[in-house]
């Protein structure tokens, strides 16, 4: 079992910026691939982001790419999500995911394991 917080969200002024966190602890003996997610209200949750576990292959969703950037720590339990250049669309709960394989995937059910959310809220 991997157990996932995510942390970081606030509130930013549109052309702003945040990091997101995500922490794994638990089975982390496990090599595992993790994503980024957000979900708005009234709207089914999307991908944003995942990175492998050697940290050397990214995938981005056409909406973020080019404005945000996912990284793994030196510490591999640790993931981040770089947002630069929020707009108000941005604005939704974000949430970390983690799958029991080191491959990355863009795809919401091959994660096992997700954080409880982070919001990130951005005013125009």
């Known amino acids: 079992q991997v157990h996932l917080v995510d942390s970081g969200g606030g509130l930013v002024q549109a052309g702003g910026s945040l990091r997101l966190s995500c922490a794994a602890s638990g089975h982390t003996d496990i090599t595992y691939a993790n994503g980024w997610f957000r979900q708005a209200p009234g709207k089914e949750r999307e991908f944003l982001a995942a990175?492998?576990?050697?940290?050397?292959?990214?995938y981005y969703a056409d909406s973020v790419k080019g404005r945000f950037t996912i990284s793994r720590g030196n510490a591999k339990n640790m993931v981040y999500l770089q947002m630069n250049n929020l707009k108000p669309e941005d604005t939704a709960l974000y949430y970390c995911?983690?799958?029991?394989?080191?491959?990355?995937?863009?795809?919401?059910?091959?994660?096992?394991?997700w954080g409880q959310g982070t919001q990130v809220t951005v005013s125009s």
């Open positions: 990175i492998n576990w050697g940290g050397d292959t990214t």
């Open positions: 995911a983690a799958r029991g394989v080191g491959i990355a995937s863009i795809k919401e059910d091959q994660y096992d394991y």
